[in-house]
């Protein structure tokens, strides 16, 4: 079964620009959460889509939004590019169930200048 | 992956012996947690999970351990070997939250 798929793996933007990120989620999955990670920050909560629908939403500005598609594939977009965004952005996907593992795609590694 | 933390703490051990990994989580309402291992250059791997109505779980190699009264997890790796050098993250999540909140992670270096 393949795994979390993300795409594109690098990408350099400037500020004000806009970026769109692709997740594709092992089959079957149709739960995917988004993660921001900085070596400042960590690990850090965005949002998780089910079926279409925003579950969870971390504390991150509406800049920062998401969807997901009947595929299950989701998308995240960040608006009015910052320096401080310059992050790892990971994609993690279940079944949507509690208490339930979620596994991670590779990332997206966005830089911005 | 790569630098995941300017100043995580560093675990480094002789190949071939024992590792123990802390965590202290910060939810005392938090019923589920879980250990993931990121090698740099990708994204984090899971390694065991554990909920709150157990106190240890163990599997191949790696035993978790869960004391709810302090807020403590820990994962022990046994005979640790080269391939196990990565950095080491434990997460908690409350029930029906979809969320995981995450350590700040650490080291671990494997000596040969």
């Known amino acids: 079964k393949a795994g979390v798929t993300q795409t594109p793996r690098y990408l350099i933007k400037t500020r004000g620009q806009q970026v769109t990120l692709s997740c594709s989620p092992i089959?079957?999955?149709?739960?995917v959460s988004w993660y921001q990670q900085t070596p400042g920050q960590g690990l850090q909560f965005l949002f998780e889509y089910f079926s279409e629908t925003q579950r969870n939403k971390g504390n991150f500005p509406g800049r920062f939004s998401g969807r997901q598609f009947s595929n299950s594939r989701s998308e995240m977009n960040v608006s009015t590019l910052e320096l401080g965004d310059s992050a790892l952005y990971l994609c993690?996907?279940?079944?949507?169930?509690?208490?339930?593992?979620?596994?991670f795609g590779p990332g997206t590694r966005l830089l911005v200048l | 992956g790569e630098s995941v933390g300017l100043h995580l703490p560093t675990l480094s051990v002789q190949e071939g012996d024992n590792s123990i990994i802390n965590c202290a989580y910060s939810?005392?309402?938090?019923?589920?947690f879980i250990w993931y291992k990121q090698e740099s250059g990708k994204g984090p791997q899971f390694i065991i999970d554990?909920?709150?109505?157990?106190d240890k779980r163990q599997g191949q190699r790696v035993t978790v351990l869960l004391n709810k009264t302090v807020k403590h997890l820990s994962l022990q790796i046994a005979a640790t070997q080269p391939g196990d050098s990565a950095v080491y993250f434990c997460a908690e999540s409350l029930d029906s939250s979809y969320k995981l909140i995450f350590g700040s992670g650490t080291r671990l270096l494997v000596r040969p």
């Open positions: 939810n005392s309402a938090s019923d589920y």
């Open positions: 089959s079957g999955h149709r739960s």
């Open positions: 554990i909920r709150s109505n157990m």
């Open positions: 993690a996907t279940s079944h949507g169930g509690s208490q339930e593992t979620q596994y």
